[in-house]
């Protein structure tokens, strides 16, 4: 049976109840599978998890099992519809560029950033010769925005540079522009990746319904692909997540409810200063850090 305790009841309102919302915050949403849920002799695929991950409060905000046989496109509009979102900036990847999503977010009061590649076709295919037009006669006369930032680190550098326009003329190139509710922004990025080996460059293009600086844009980008990181990387190395076996039942959608729930809460405490492996062991540990981490 599914979980049906009263504090995991009230989870999606306990979580907003503690989350410091703050306008333009984004909202990232992505699936992560359950990888050892698979079963292969019995014909099981493995379990598909979405959650929608709060970047500035470091907080999942609710979660959808991905039914069989389909995929992340019907659960994130039903997870989306659990949350309120007003005010901030919902961030999707390609997968999920579709125009049904926009209209329930602008409904909504979220403002959304869609990742767009091959499988949106004329999409892609028009925003591509759109900036290549400009970059062609090197943006003149042309109203934009640009922002770059560079990294380095783990002997590589990574350069990031992102080009916005808002002018409805541009969106006019468009030919499906009207299916997309308020669309405002069209969005360039591109980066390039050095190591000692290789130099790697990839584009990418995304359309947005915020209106924002071209540096708020890259800050927006770079906190969605920020949630493999922040939550994922967390939950398979804290929780060994990817090497859980349980399978039975609602059994691996309920353990990732309660592991959402543990780390909501362990991030929450600032108590200690370590990270949230050693935090959990703790709360295996020693009872009143227990206490102080359920009562944050």
């Not at 410091?20 to 992505?30: I, L, M, S, W």
């Not at 042309?142 to 350069?159: F, I, K, L, M």
């Not at 939950?235 to 959402?260: C, G, T, W, Y």
């Amino acid at each position: 049976m599914r979980i049906n305790w009263f504090f995991m009841l009230d989870l999606i309102p306990w979580t907003a109840s503690i989350c410091q919302r703050t306008k333009g915050e984004v909202v990232a949403v992505d699936g992560k599978k359950l990888r050892r849920s698979q079963e292969q002799r019995r014909g099981r695929d493995g379990i598909w998890m979405v959650s929608a991950w709060a970047s500035e409060n470091r907080m999942v905000l609710g979660q959808k099992k991905v039914d069989e046989k389909s995929n992340e496109i019907t659960a994130v509009p039903d997870l989306l519809a659990q949350l309120d979102i007003s005010g901030w900036v919902v961030t999707l990847d390609a997968l999920n560029t579709q125009t049904a999503i926009t209209k329930q977010l602008v409904d909504s009061g979220a403002d959304y950033n869609l990742a767009v590649k091959k499988n949106q076709g004329k999409l892609y295919q028009d925003l591509e010769m759109l900036f290549d037009g400009f970059e062609e006669n090197h943006y003149q006369s042309v109203s934009y925005q640009t922002a770059q930032r560079t990294n380095e680190g783990h002997d590589r550098q990574e350069y990031r540079q992102l080009w916005v326009v808002s002018d409805p003329e541009y969106r006019a190139y468009l030919r499906q522009a009207g299916r997309w509710t308020k669309l405002t922004s069209l969005i360039k990025l591109t980066t390039v990746r050095v190591t000692p080996t290789k130099t790697e460059t990839h584009t990418h293009y995304f359309i947005s319904s915020w209106q924002a600086s071209a540096q708020s844009f890259l800050n927006a980008i770079r906190e969605h692909w920020q949630i493999e990181n922040g939550l994922h990387l967390v939950l398979d190395i804290a929780f060994r997540e990817d090497e859980s076996r349980i399978r039975k039942d609602h059994a691996p959608q309920n353990m990732v409810v309660l592991r959402h729930l543990a780390l909501n809460l362990l991030k929450r405490d600032t108590s200690v200063k370590v990270g949230i492996a050693a935090k959990s062991k703790m709360a295996g540990w020693d009872s009143d850090y227990l206490l102080r981490v359920l009562c944050s």
